[in-house]
Nanobody, 117 residues
Framework: QVQLVESGGGLVQPGGSLNLSCLGSGGDFTIATMSWYRQDAGEQRELVATITRRGSPTYSDSVTGRFTISLDLSRVTMYLQMHNLKPEDTAVYYC???????????WGRGIQVTVSS
């Protein structure tokens, strides 16, 4: 069974930086895309950034220029570098993987990011 585990969250002051990681393991899968989503209390889950297995990234307008997504296929790990963090970036961040062959979608359990002074 595919497992995704996020790490690197925490509390940071406005203007600060955090680096998230998502490690994939288990099962038999081939990555088509991996993505970061986030969800704040009472809000809908929103797409933050996506990267294809070829390394092509896309970003939501709210994080463009501040966040960088990357993927290390050899380590089955996706990263999200977050800079100039704002209070509105506060949310639980989720890792998502879409399988290339069967289009199944897998989710991590999420990790809290809090931006506050």
């Amino acid at each position: 069974q595919v497992q995704l585990v996020e790490s690197g969250g925490g509390l940071v002051q406005p203007g600060g930086s955090l680096n998230l990681s998502c490690l994939g393991s288990g099962g038999d899968f081939t990555i088509a895309t991996m993505s970061w989503y986030r969800q704040d209390a009472g809000e809908q889950r929103e797409l933050v950034a996506t990267i294809t297995r070829r390394g092509s990234p896309t970003y939501s307008d709210s994080v463009t220029g501040r966040f960088t997504i990357s993927l290390d296929l050899s380590r089955v790990t996706m990263y999200l570098q977050m800079h100039n963090l704002k209070p509105e970036d506060t949310a639980v961040y989720y890792c998502n993987l879409v399988d290339l062959l069967n289009r199944n979608s897998y989710w991590g359990r999420g990790i809290q990011v809090t931006v506050s002074s």
